[in-house]
């Protein structure tokens, strides 16, 4: 059973940094990418960034130079590193994975896994 748990988030200054963790497990294909979305009060579900085992990196436009993605792969964790944090990044963020081979994307309708959000507060 895939399971991925997301964790992290809080109240923070603008900005400010913040790092978010997802913890996996149970990945049944060898090919997948793990997605980091938000879901602001109000709006729809985005992608902010994705990493996958093709080697790609993403980061939506309104994030890029300012998040950074990474992972431990002996702690099976992905994290989002969050620099310069604005109050327009506040948003209910989620972990999510996409299995299959690739080509992958950021619409989070294509990750077909979902772990419980964490909410990122960020205060001007």
């Known amino acids: 059973e895939v399971q991925l748990q997301a964790s992290g988030g809080g109240l923070v200054q603008a900005g400010g940094s913040l790092r978010l963790s997802c913890a996996t497990s149970?990945?049944?294909?060898?090919?997948?990418?793990i997605g980091w979305f938000r879901q602001a009060p109000g709006k729809g579900r985005e992608g902010v960034s994705y990493?996958?085992?093709?080697?790609?990196?993403y980061y939506d436009d309104s994030v890029k130079g300012r998040f950074t993605i990474s992972s431990d792969n002996s702690k099976s964790t992905v994290y989002l590193q969050m620099n310069s944090l604005k109050p327009e990044d506040t948003a209910v963020y989620y972990c999510?994975?996409?299995?299959?081979?690739?080509?992958?994307?950021?619409?989070?309708?294509?990750?077909?896994?979902w772990g419980r959000g964490t909410q990122l507060t960020v205060s001007s």
């Open positions: 990493m996958s085992t093709d080697g790609i990196k």
């Open positions: 149970g990945f049944r294909s060898r090919d997948y990418a």
């Open positions: 999510a994975v996409e299995e299959g081979p690739p080509p992958f994307g950021s619409r989070w309708y294509d990750y077909g896994s």
